[in-house]
């Protein structure tokens, strides 16, 4: 079993700063692909950034200069540094992770989820 836990959602004025911690823990091999998702009210969910294990990157258009994907292998965890944040960045964010587990299976992770809303 593979557990994401999330931490560091709340509320901000917009123009604020959160950063978001994704801890994964379990029964875990490995892990390649980590990923930020959200999902603001009444819409679907989207991706926001994703990192695989050799440190590559990739920003959805909206984020591109104001967040800011790291992880940390040893500790299995990636983390979100959310500046500038804006209005429409209101969201319940995701992590995800693409686990091999000690089973020898690999799928993705998700953890419980974690409200940011921006707003004055």
């Known amino acids: 079993q593979v557990q994401l836990v999330e931490s560091g959602g709340g509320l901000v004025q917009p123009g604020g700063s959160l950063r978001l911690s994704c801890a994964a823990s379990?029964?875990?091999?490995?892990?390649?692909?980590m990923a930020w998702y959200r999902q603001p009210p009444g819409k679907e969910r989207e991706l926001v950034v994703h990192?695989?294990?050799?440190?590559?990157?990739s920003y959805a258009d909206s984020v591109k200069g104001r967040f800011t994907i790291s992880r940390d292998n040893a500790k299995n965890t990636v983390y979100l540094q959310m500046n500038s944040l804006k209005p429409g960045d209101t969201a319940v964010y995701y992590c995800?992770?693409?686990?091999?587990?000690?089973?020898?299976?690999?799928?993705?992770?998700w953890g419980q989820g974690t409200q940011v809303t921006v707003s004055s």
């Open positions: 995800n992770a693409d686990v091999v587990s000690r089973s020898g299976s690999y799928r993705g992770y």
């Open positions: 379990g029964s875990i091999f490995s892990i390649n692909a």
């Open positions: 990192i695989i294990s050799g440190g590559s990157t």
